[in-house]
């Protein structure tokens, strides 16, 4: 392993009037680097261990939401062998690829796989003191490596199940890498293949060739372009699978994946505020990809690529159109993301680790690491264009690895301000910040122990002024509205848990802050529904529509009360208000013929399920219901061809295969229905009927 230059400017040896315990400290690191290294992920290790043993038995760990719930069905299907349910890779497919292995391993025990995720995340210390030895003496390295080993916020997010901590992995040594050995070819292919691993983890990411090959290139003293095509052949090698598969499956154009459309759309639309949201009439729950609310709009069958497409075309549109306030925005989220406030998007630090030894020493948790890794990422690129138009010299490798650094941080923030900025994002560049914020801390000490007092009042006064930019308290943020997403969160996780009672206490704690608001109240009505106190539920929904009667939403969920409660004329009736007040609503249409069906007006219920596919073409219960209804007319052939167009909508979606393996089965059509339940089985492992319905087709019984 190389050592770094022992040059005073290259950061090598200290100055003579650093402390005393600094030179002995820093001699003692140059010469066992291996052995600090190995140091530091002992103790990276030791403070993940004592986060994992308390953490595993939280609400958080256990229940699994939104990207998590994504990522875990994704990697559970990969298991089971199952297919992408639509043209092209919605999310990244970097971090389902990766679990999943963890699961064929190790069983797909969440804590078992945050045990793994933990022992590959303290990695990030070694690495981070290895990377800082190259641009700076190796006791401020050492400080670096100890700051990434107990940063609460990235232990977090390693007990996840997100990308965040991969990202962050991958890029960190592709960096190491880049700087390690610049002239090695076998260095440039490996570190263009980690950064393409990391941008399977996030497509933003591939912004950063732009500073991986200019490094390549003028390493030599000269161009040196065949180096930096070497990078670019590594990261090009990782990203051909999937640019095979959209160029072969996609519908329309598509780099990477779907979600990309979506999210640049939350962050540039006409309702963006910088930091993520849910588009009025996006339900979340039940459309996690946008497909419904595309064909909504369109009128037309949507795949995850035509859904990326018409997101983009909208953004830009609006763009075009709004340019100033375009403009305004991206400054806006770029304060944002070097601000010291928390920003939680469903996973929230502060309330998931209160109580845990995440919350106390020895782990640290202030994103003051935010503006002064901004300053010394400015720092870094200026004394870098110093170094590199004086020419060769001592120092200048010292000083080519900071810009490097800093470049890389800097453009890695230009690409996440282009979507929205939650905390999840800032993960991935924190140990960039961390060495560039030691790098400011280095210097402002070195200058007072130097008595360089016009030097040291200079960065001390910008650190201060960059403090004050980065308040929080300048943001003017509706931190009441953060402080109720959160409850909202945490409620919705206890229901998943069937643990009700804490979930309605949490959505009472929101309405404190805003008793009137309609969609609050809604949720606390659903959450009582769910709780079994449905009698409760129709009160309050009673109460809420007297003074809202326009709130479509709150006469669907009432009808979805009343049917529960098997009051099913008063849920036709509900829904019928539902729809008269917003006709674009298919799930109320939908649910309106589920009852005209149970009240025996199979016309009326079929009409209703054709008002579903006439708002979305591939709305798979109306499809699914509309061919059972057929099929219980006696129109075999029509039932069939609905089973099938609710399969084409989503590959996965169990009752139309159930449906369908029955209708098969009846049918005495054994080598079409076979392969059907086993589908099933792999859908749903649990399921009971499929294995009966095996044993039958085996044994040549007859059906039941």
């Known amino acids: 392993m190389h050592s770094a230059p022992r040059q005073p400017a290259a950061g090598g040896a200290p100055a003579p009037t650093l402390p005393r315990f600094l030179l002995h400290l820093d001699a003692w690191l140059q010469r066992h680097t291996h052995a600090a290294a190995w140091c530091l992920y002992v103790c990276a290790l030791a403070l993940r261990a004592l986060h994992w043993f308390t953490f595993r038995e939280t609400l958080v760990a256990q229940v699994f939401m939104m990207d998590e719930s994504y990522y875990h069905d994704e990697a559970l ?225 949507a795949t995850a690529s035509v859904a990326a497409q018409f997101w983009v075309e909208r953004t830009q549109r609006w763009v075009r159109e709004h340019p100033l306030r375009a403009l305004d925005l991206l400054g806006w989220k770029w304060v944002l993301f070097w601000n010291r406030f928390y920003f939680p998007q469903v996973e929230c630090f502060e309330t998931a680790t209160r109580g845990l030894p995440l919350s106390r020493l020895p782990f640290w948790h202030s994103y003051a690491v935010l503006p002064l ?71 402002i000490c070195e200058a007072l122990w130097q008595r360089k007092r016009a030097q040291a009042a200079a960065l001390l006064l910008a650190t201060a002024a960059l403090f004050v930019l980065t308040s929080p308290a300048r943001l003017n943020l509706d931190r009441a509205r953060v402080g109720r997403d959160i409850h909202v969160h945490s409620a919705l996780r206890y229901a998943q848990a069937e643990r009700f009672g804490p979930a309605i206490a949490e959505y009472r704690e929101a309405l404190r802050t805003a008793p009137a608001n309609p969609d609050l109240r809604d949720g606390l009505a659903r959450m009582l529904s769910r709780a079994g106190q449905d009698s409760l539920a129709l009160v309050l929904y009673r109460d809420l529509l007297r003074e809202h009667p326009d709130f479509a939403r709150g006469w669907y969920n009432l009808g979805n009360v009343l049917r529960r409660s098997r009051r099913v ?68 052939p029509a039932a069939e061809a609905g089973f099938r167009a609710a399969i084409a909508a989503n590959p996965r979606y169990l009752p139309a295969w159930t449906n369908l393996a029955i209708l098969l089965t009846n049918q005495g059509r054994r080598p079409e229905a076979v392969p059907a339940w086993r589908f099933i089985l792999a859908l749903d492992p649990a399921d009971t009927l499929a294995p009966r319905a095996l044993r039958q087709l085996e044994t040549g019984a007859e059906p039941h």
């Open 77 to 301: 299907n990969l298991v089971r062998g199952l297919p992408n349910p639509t043209d092209s890779y919605f999310m990244t497919p970097l971090y389902p690829l990766f679990l999943s292995l963890v699961f064929r391993l190790a069983g797909d025990s969440a804590s078992t796989a945050y045990a793994v995720q933990l022992l590959m995340g303290g990695l990030a210390a070694p690495l981070v003191f290895l990377l800082a030895r190259r641009a700076m003496p190796a006791a401020w390295a050492a400080a670096a490596g100890l700051a990434m080993a107990s940063f609460a916020p990235v232990v977090f997010y390693e007990a996840l199940l997100l990308v965040e901590w991969l990202v962050l992995l991958t890029l960190l040594a592709a960096s190491f890498v880049a700087v390690r050995a610049p002239r090695s070819r076998l260095h440039a292919l490996a570190a263009g293949a980690l950064l393409g691993i990391a941008v399977l983890g996030r497509g933003s990411n591939l912004a950063l060739l732009l500073v991986f090959f200019p490094w390549f290139a003028w390493r030599r003293g000269g161009a040196s372009f065949a180096q930096a095509g070497r990078c670019l052949l590594g990261c090009a090698a990782v990203l051909a699978p999937l640019w095979i598969y959209n160029a072969r499956h996609a519908e329309q154009p598509l780099l990477l994946t779907a979600n990309a459309g979506f999210n640049l759309y939350i962050g540039n639309g006409p309702e963006a505020t910088g930091l993520f949201f849910v588009p009025e009439s996006f339900d979340m729950a039940h459309d996690p990809m946008a497909l419904r609310y595309v064909q909504r709009q369109t009128g037309q069958r």
């Open 373 to 443: 890794g901004f300053l010394g990422a400015l720092w870094a690129l200026i004394e870098a264009w110093r170094a590199w138009r004086r020419g060769a010299a001592a120092g200048q490798e010292a000083e080519a690895v900071l810009g490097f650094i800093g470049a890389c941080a800097l453009l890695y923030v230009a690409s996440i301000v282009l979507f929205f900025v939650t905390d999840r994002y800032r993960i991935p560049v924190t140990p960039w910040l961390i060495v560039l914020a030691t790098h400011v801390c280095r210097r």
């Open 569 to 636: 004329a008063e849920a036709a009736a509900a829904y019928e208000r539902s729809v008269a007040l917003e006709p674009e609503r298919e799930a109320a249409w939908n649910n309106l013929g589920e009852c005209r069906r149970a009240l025996g007006d199979t016309a009326a219920a079929a009409q209703a399920y054709r008002r579903a596919l006439a708002i979305v073409p591939g709305h798979e219960q109306a499809l699914n219901n509309l061919a059972a209804l057929r099929g219980a007319q006696g129109d075999a």
